[in-house]
C-alpha cells in the first residue's frame, strides 16, 4: 500500500511512557494500556456499562461537533481507513494506492464490509458520503479540510477513486476520522442519521437511544474484522453530576467511566477496585471572542486579554492542575506543528492596561461569558478568568447556559466570550480548518486572516514533514498573537474501570474505535 509522506505526522501521540509531569509539577503518569494483560485469548460475550457526562445533541456523524459524538460514534461508524496512535490502518478500504503526483488516490474496498441495514457497502457508499460532506446544505463543521477532493469515481462497486486539486500531505487522516465516515444512503434519506436507527457498518449498532438518558449499542454481526467485537454490547449513560459519575464506578453501577472529574482521579486510582488509563491530553481549552462584533475585533482588545490571563493558575484551579498550561497556540508543545516556546508567561497586567487604552478603552468595559451551566470545570474556568480580566477593567458576567443554547447562540454569532474547548484531531488541518479558516464550521465569530489561511492551506499540499511543520508553527504564532482564542490549557485525561473490563488500549491522538476489543474477564 502506497501511502502520503507524512501522512501521519498530525496524528503523531504524545510519549507514551510511564511517568512524566504537568507545568505544576504534578505527575501524569502515563497508562495507556495493561503492562500484564491476561494470558490467553478474549472472552466474547457481556455487555459494558459505560458512563460520560453529557449526550451528543448531534449524532450524524458528518455534522458532529461534540466530543461525546465521537465516542459513540466510532462505534457505530466506519470509515475508509483507520489511525491508530498515528498509524492509517485498513478499514472499510482494504488497500489503497496514491499515484506517483499525488493526485490520484485510489482505494480497494473490501467485499465483506456491511451496514447495520445489511446492506453490503459500496463504492457509490463511498462517493456519496464525501460529497454529502462537501455539500453545503449538509453544514458538516470540517467541509473545508475537504476541498482539495475534487471528484470520486467509481469504477466498479469495490474501487473508489479520489481526484485532487493538489497534494494532500493530511488527507489519509482525515479519512480515517469518525467525520469520514460512510454512511447508508437509505438511511439518511429515510430516518436521517440522528434518531433512534444509524446508517453505519461499525462493530456496533444502534439498539434503542433515549436522549439526554441512555443509548445502547448491539454488537454488528457481519463486522468484517474476525471475531469482534467481543461485547454484546454498549450501554452508554449520561450524567452531568461529578459526584454522582465517581460514586457509580465505586458501586460497581457503571463498568467504565469516561473521564471523571480531576477531583476525584487521586482517589479513584487509588481503589484497589479500579483500574485506571490515561494521563495525556486530548481537549484543548480556550476562551473564545467574537470577533464579528466590537470590541473584540480590535486586535489591541484581544492581544490585551491574552495578556490579562494566567494559564497556570486557570489550570491548576479548573483542572486540579492535571495537564499542560498553554502559553502559545492551539496545539501542546509536544504535537506536530506546534509551538515550542512560550508566546505568554505570567500576566502582563500593565501592558493589557496599556493596549486596552490603546484601542480606546482605558477604564475597560463590561463583557459577558458564556459557558454550559453542565461543565463544572469550564464553569470554574470562567469563574477565574472573569477575576483575572477584572484586573484590567473588564467586567464580565457569566451567563450559563444549557448546552444546546449555547450551540444555537455560537452558531448564530449571539455572545460575546465563549469559555469552550477543541479536542485535537488526527491532524492539524482538520482543527485549523474547521476552527479557523473562513467558512469553518466551528469558525465561531468568522474570524479570518488571510496570512493565517494562505499558512495553511499551504501546509496541507506540503508533503515534506519539516517544511509542513514550519508553516504551521508560523499559522500557531499568528494565531497566538492576533486570533480569536485565549489558549488556556490542556487537560489531561483519564478513564477509570472495573477490574474485569481488560484489552484497552488508549490512543491519545484521541480515537476511541479500541472499545471493540475491550472484552469482560467474568
Same mark, same amino acid.
Given at each position: 500500500?502506497? %501511502?502520503?509522506?507524512?501522512?501521519?505526522?498530525?496524528?503523531?501521540?504524545?510519549?507514551?511512557?510511564?511517568?512524566?509531569?504537568?507545568?505544576?509539577?504534578?505527575?501524569?503518569?502515563?497508562?495507556?494500556? !495493561?503492562?500484564?494483560?491476561?494470558?490467553?485469548?478474549?472472552?466474547?460475550?457481556?455487555?459494558?456499562?459505560?458512563?460520560?457526562?453529557?449526550?451528543?445533541?448531534?449524532?450524524?456523524?458528518?455534522?458532529?461537533?461534540?466530543?461525546?459524538?465521537?465516542?459513540?460514534?466510532?462505534?457505530?461508524?466506519?470509515?475508509?481507513?483507520?489511525?491508530?496512535?498515528?498509524?492509517?490502518?485498513?478499514?472499510?478500504?482494504?488497500?489503497?494506492?496514491?499515484?506517483?503526483?499525488?493526485?490520484?488516490?485510489?482505494?480497494?474496498?473490501?467485499?465483506?464490509?456491511?451496514?447495520?441495514?445489511?446492506?453490503?457497502?459500496?463504492?457509490?457508499?463511498?462517493?456519496?458520503?464525501?460529497?454529502?460532506?462537501?455539500?453545503?446544505?449538509?453544514?458538516?463543521?470540517?467541509?473545508?479540510?475537504?476541498?482539495?477532493?475534487?471528484?470520486?469515481?467509481?469504477?466498479?462497486?469495490?474501487?473508489?477513486?479520489?481526484?485532487?486539486?493538489?497534494?494532500?500531505?493530511?488527507?489519509?487522516?482525515?479519512?480515517?476520522?469518525?467525520?469520514?465516515?460512510?454512511?447508508?444512503?437509505? %438511511?439518511?434519506?429515510?430516518?436521517?442519521?440522528?434518531?433512534?436507527?444509524?446508517?453505519?457498518?461499525?462493530?456496533?449498532?444502534?439498539?434503542?437511544?433515549?436522549?439526554?438518558?441512555?443509548?445502547?449499542?448491539?454488537?454488528?454481526?457481519?463486522?468484517?474484522?474476525?471475531?469482534?467485537?467481543?461485547?454484546?454490547?454498549? !450501554?452508554?449513560?449520561?450524567?452531568?453530576?461529578?459526584?454522582?459519575?465517581?460514586?457509580?464506578?465505586?458501586?460497581?453501577?457503571?463498568?467504565?467511566?469516561?473521564?471523571?472529574?480531576?477531583?476525584?482521579?487521586?482517589?479513584?486510582?487509588?481503589?484497589?477496585?479500579?483500574?485506571?488509563?490515561?494521563?495525556?491530553?486530548?481537549?484543548?481549552?480556550?476562551?473564545?471572542?467574537?470577533?464579528?462584533?466590537?470590541?473584540?475585533?480590535?486586535?489591541?482588545?484581544?492581544?490585551?486579554?491574552?495578556?490579562?490571563?494566567?494559564?497556570?493558575?486557570?489550570?491548576? %484551579?479548573?483542572?486540579?492542575?492535571?495537564?499542560?498550561?498553554?502559553?502559545?497556540?492551539?496545539?501542546?508543545?509536544?504535537?506536530?506543528?506546534?509551538?515550542?516556546?512560550?508566546?505568554?508567561?505570567?500576566?502582563?497586567?500593565?501592558?493589557?492596561?496599556?493596549?486596552?487604552?490603546?484601542?480606546?478603552?482605558?477604564?475597560?468595559?463590561?463583557?459577558?461569558?458564556?459557558?454550559?451551566?453542565?461543565?463544572?470545570?469550564?464553569?470554574?474556568?470562567?469563574?477565574?478568568?472573569?477575576?483575572?480580566?477584572?484586573?484590567?477593567?473588564?467586567?464580565?458576567?457569566?451567563?450559563?447556559?444549557?448546552?444546546?443554547?449555547?450551540?444555537?447562540?455560537?452558531?448564530?454569532?449571539?455572545?460575546?466570550?465563549?469559555?469552550?474547548?477543541?479536542?485535537?484531531?488526527?491532524?492539524?488541518?482538520?482543527?485549523?480548518?474547521?476552527?479557523?479558516?473562513?467558512?469553518?464550521?466551528?469558525?465561531?465569530?468568522?474570524?479570518?486572516?488571510?496570512?493565517?489561511?494562505?499558512?495553511?492551506?499551504?501546509?496541507?499540499?506540503?508533503?515534506?514533514?519539516?517544511?509542513?511543520?514550519?508553516?504551521?508553527?508560523?499559522?500557531?504564532?499568528?494565531?497566538?498573537?492576533?486570533?480569536?482564542?485565549?489558549?488556556?490549557?490542556?487537560?489531561?485525561?483519564?478513564?477509570?474501570?472495573?477490574?474485569?473490563?481488560?484489552?484497552?488500549?488508549?490512543?491519545?491522538?484521541?480515537?476511541?474505535?479500541?472499545?471493540?476489543?475491550?472484552?469482560?474477564?467474568?
Amino acid at each position: 500500500m502506497a %501511502v502520503l509522506a507524512g501522512c501521519s505526522g498530525g496524528g503523531a501521540p504524545p510519549s507514551t511512557d510511564n511517568g512524566g509531569t504537568t507545568n505544576d509539577g504534578l505527575s501524569t503518569n502515563v497508562r495507556l494500556e !495493561d503492562e500484564n494483560p491476561p494470558a490467553g485469548q478474549p472472552k466474547s460475550g457481556g455487555r459494558l456499562n459505560i458512563m460520560i457526562r453529557l449526550d451528543a445533541t448531534e449524532l450524524d456523524p458528518h455534522r458532529m461537533s461534540e466530543t461525546s459524538a465521537f465516542v459513540i460514534n466510532e462505534q457505530i461508524y466506519e470509515s475508509l481507513v483507520q489511525s491508530y496512535r498515528g498509524e492509517i490502518k485498513p478499514a472499510i478500504a482494504e488497500s489503497w494506492e496514491q499515484s506517483p503526483d499525488g493526485l490520484t488516490l485510489t482505494f480497494k474496498l473490501r467485499d465483506n464490509a456491511f451496514f447495520h441495514s445489511g446492506r453490503k457497502v459500496t463504492a457509490e457508499d463511498v462517493k456519496y458520503s464525501i460529497e454529502r460532506i462537501k455539500d453545503p446544505a449538509t453544514r458538516a463543521p470540517r467541509a473545508r479540510s475537504y476541498e482539495s477532493i475534487t471528484s470520486v469515481a467509481t469504477p466498479d462497486e469495490h474501487t473508489a477513486v479520489f481526484t485532487l486539486s493538489s497534494p494532500n500531505a493530511a488527507i489519509l487522516t482525515l479519512l480515517s476520522t469518525a467525520a469520514s465516515s460512510i454512511v447508508d444512503r437509505t %438511511v439518511v434519506e429515510s430516518a436521517g442519521l440522528n434518531g433512534s436507527v444509524d446508517g453505519g457498518s461499525g462493530p456496533f449498532k444502534m439498539a434503542a437511544r433515549v436522549t439526554g438518558q441512555a443509548i445502547k449499542l448491539d454488537k454488528h454481526d457481519r463486522y468484517w474484522e474476525p471475531g469482534v467485537p467481543y461485547l454484546d454490547g454498549l !450501554d452508554f449513560t449520561f450524567n452531568p453530576d461529578d459526584n454522582a459519575r465517581a460514586a457509580a464506578i465505586r458501586s460497581g453501577t457503571v463498568d467504565f467511566l469516561w473521564r471523571p472529574a480531576p477531583e476525584f482521579i487521586d482517589a479513584l486510582k487509588a481503589d484497589e477496585a479500579l483500574k485506571w488509563y490515561g494521563g495525556s491530553g486530548s481537549l484543548s481549552l480556550h476562551l473564545r471572542l467574537n470577533t464579528s462584533k466590537a470590541p473584540y475585533d480590535n486586535v489591541k482588545v484581544r492581544q490585551a486579554i491574552f495578556l490579562a490571563l494566567d494559564r497556570q493558575e486557570i489550570l491548576n %484551579v479548573a483542572n486540579s492542575g492535571y495537564g499542560t498550561a498553554l502559553n502559545a497556540g492551539y496545539l501542546p508543545p509536544d504535537r506536530f506543528g506546534a509551538l515550542t516556546q512560550p508566546v505568554y508567561g505570567t500576566a502582563d497586567i500593565e501592558k493589557a492596561k496599556a493596549l486596552l487604552a490603546e484601542a480606546g478603552h482605558p477604564d475597560g468595559f463590561e463583557a459577558t461569558l458564556m459557558v454550559i451551566a453542565t461543565s463544572a470545570f469550564q464553569v470554574r474556568s470562567a469563574e477565574v478568568e472573569q477575576q483575572q480580566l477584572a484586573k484590567i477593567g473588564i467586567k464580565v458576567t457569566i451567563e450559563s447556559v444549557e448546552a444546546s443554547i449555547a450551540d444555537t447562540k455560537t452558531k448564530s454569532g449571539e455572545f460575546d466570550m465563549y469559555q469552550s474547548g477543541f479536542g485535537l484531531t488526527y491532524d492539524p488541518d482538520e482543527r485549523f480548518s474547521a476552527s479557523f479558516l473562513k467558512g469553518g464550521g466551528l469558525n465561531y465569530g468568522n474570524w479570518h486572516d488571510a496570512e493565517y489561511e494562505a499558512l495553511v492551506v499551504q501546509a496541507r499540499s506540503e508533503l515534506d514533514r519539516e517544511k509542513r511543520a514550519a508553516l504551521y508553527q508560523q499559522a500557531e504564532t499568528i494565531l497566538a498573537d492576533r486570533g480569536p482564542v485565549a489558549m488556556t490549557f490542556l487537560n489531561a485525561d483519564f478513564d477509570v474501570v472495573k477490574k474485569d473490563v481488560q484489552g484497552y488500549k488508549g490512543d491519545p491522538t484521541p480515537t476511541y474505535r479500541f472499545y471493540r476489543h475491550l472484552w469482560l474477564d467474568r
